[in-house]
């Protein structure tokens, strides 16, 4: 899939003020830092269009960016930054939540994991909250140029080992690099398949 055309649209701090049209949409999570808004501007070959940061707790709204006018790429907050208050902690993790819960157009959720680290007890949890509410996601492995070819495949394995202890049907995967432009073809192709399915489906009813 082409992408010719990538603009910001709307940022939103709580789902009701969302885009009210029906456009599918394809949202971005994990912890803080781990490169989400990095990955958008790699899928649409555009830099600067979501605000990325070395620092983690850049992003703190739900930011909608439009792509080829027909779809919409979501950039949300991280989860887990412990320098965060409490307060700001439960505020986001509320706007979060109620965001993938209520978002009808939510075609499908990325789910972002840094492929350096082992599994982390709170992305655990996140995926089992994900897969206990019915919520269609998959994984990306992020900032796969920061390790060597072999352990990115020893991590991949073992982490998708953990997951499999727990649910008997596995997410598919991505493994990408905002860096090298690694896996821009899959994760776009992955949503041109979704988009087409979804319009198929629309036609028929
Ligand atoms: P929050 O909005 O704070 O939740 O973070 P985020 O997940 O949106 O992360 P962001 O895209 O802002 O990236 C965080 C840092 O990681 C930045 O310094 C990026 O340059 C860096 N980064 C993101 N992706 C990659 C990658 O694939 N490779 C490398 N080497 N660095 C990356
Ligand atoms: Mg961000």
Request: charged share 25%; glycine share 6%.
């Amino acid at each position: 899939m082409e992408i010719r055309k990538s603009e910001f649209f709307i940022s939103s701090s709580t789902v009701g003020q969302c885009p009210s049209d029906s456009k599918a949409e394809y949202a971005f999570i994990g912890r803080s830092n781990v490169g989400k808004s990095s990955l958008i501007n790699m899928l649409c070959n555009h830099k600067g269009l979501a605000k990325t940061s070395a620092t983690p707790g850049k992003t703190l709204l739900i930011n909608h960016f439009i792509v080829n006018d027909q779809w919409y790429l979501v950039d949300l907050p991280g989860y887990g930054y412990a320098q965060r208050s409490k307060k700001t902690q439960e505020k986001l993790s509320f706007m979060i939540k109620s965001y993938i819960l209520q978002r009808e157009q939510l075609a499908n959720l990325f789910l972002l994991i840094d492929v350096r680290h082992s599994p982390q007890k709170i992305d655990l949890e996140f995926i089992n909250f994900l897969g206990e509410n019915g919520i269609p996601f998959a994984i990306i492995f992020t900032k796969a140029d920061k390790i060597s070819r072999e352990k990115l495949g020893n991590n991949v394995r073992a982490y998708m080992e953990k997951l499999s202890e727990t649910w008997e049907e596995l997410p598919p995967y991505f493994i990408t690099s905002s860096e090298k432009k690694e896996g821009r073809t899959e994760v776009l192709n992955y949503i041109d398949h979704i988009n087409k399915e979804l319009s198929s489906t629309s036609e028929e009813s």
